[in-house]
């Protein structure tokens, strides 16, 4: 099988492993070690093949931009010692994720021409067509599932249920919306529109952190910037950059993780359409060019290059 599907380390000191839906995650006495696979999720499943080169370009469009935001939001990251590796600080996760919104698409449009003009407990404004911008953006948080479907959740239930303290939730709205700001103004320099995003956290020794990835494909949505004007006033699909048209695939194909539903197999002229909007989307992305590891033993040399740093 072509692509990192999977890795298996023991480490000196090691006393964790998790396997996500993308990365797996090592701990090591106070570090966490982030392995991006080439894994891919979509409608809360992975799908049976991994995708070249896209655990690289997450890991690498991830570290980007933590090292870009380090100066709003202090972030957990210390290192990144080879393409598909994060190090940084093992934080105590708050048990929501931060979802942030300018534009009604996605979810939240699925949501609305229901006739639902609530999300999370936001209220959306009347009259709005698919992919409008909202007058600011919303945030529109759900519940960390370790297993299974997140879950949406307004403000006022966060509270309520005391899932995070209040202080820190409005602190978590601070810097949600500016790093929002951030990557927004980051995004227009490369001509694209970022759409929505999720972004987590966490707390060490009573700090808040940023954690795991940012304004990746896999966490975020982009618009290209040129023509968005035109497409909306024709009714046209956006074109966008984000693993939404994996979704759309998915769903051409019968599927969107219901039960009952079967994976479709993904043919190989498809995985690497997959892989090409990944690279495209990081080049895009942060305006550079993207380097493909060449590594005969990937493996081998993934685990090396952790070893050489801890």
């Not at 991830?62 to 972030?75: Q, S, Y």
Request: aromatic fraction near 10%.
């Amino acid at each position: 099988m072509r692509g990192l599907a999977s890795t298996n380390f023991s480490f000196p000191n090691q006393t964790n492993y998790y396997k996500g839906k993308v990365r797996d995650v090592y701990t090591i006495n106070d570090k966490l070690v982030m392995v991006a696979t080439d894994r891919i999720s979509a409608f809360d499943h992975v799908l049976p093949k991994p995708i070249p080169f896209k655990g690289q370009v997450l890991n690498q469009i991830a570290v980007h931009f933590l090292k870009k935001t380090a100066e709003i939001v202090p972030n957990w990251l210390n290192s990144s010692p080879d393409p598909n590796v994060s190090i940084g600080m093992a934080c105590e996760p708050f048990k929501v994720e931060m979802v942030i919104r300018g534009y009604l698409t996605g979810h939240a449009w699925r949501t609305y021409k229901t006739g639902e003009s609530v999300l999370c407990g936001v209220n959306m404004p009347k009259g709005m067509i698919e992919n409008q911008k909202f007058p600011e953006p919303i945030i529109t948080p759900t519940t960390k599932a370790a297993y299974g479907h997140d879950l949406d959740i307004s403000r006022e239930e966060i509270l309520k249920q005391e899932i995070v303290a209040e202080e820190d939730y409005l602190q978590l709205e601070k810097y949600t919306k500016a790093l929002f700001e951030k990557g927004t103004e980051m995004a227009a320099k490369q001509g694209l529109i970022l759409v929505d995003t999720k972004y987590e956290f966490g707390k060490k020794d009573g700090k808040i952190y940023l954690i795991d990835e940012i304004h990746t494909p896999d966490s975020s949505r982009y618009f290209y910037a040129d023509g968005y004007e035109e497409r909306q006033e024709t009714g046209e699909k956006q074109k966008q950059l984000s693993k939404e048209f994996v979704r759309e695939w998915l769903m051409e194909n019968g599927f969107q993780g219901k039960k009952g539903q079967k994976m479709p197999i993904m043919p190989e002229e498809f995985v690497d359409k997959v892989t090409e909007r990944y690279i495209e989307l990081y080049e895009k992305v942060t305006g550079s060019k993207f380097v493909k590891r060449e590594a005969i033993n990937i493996l081998d040399e993934i685990e090396n290059n952790i070893l050489s740093v801890l």
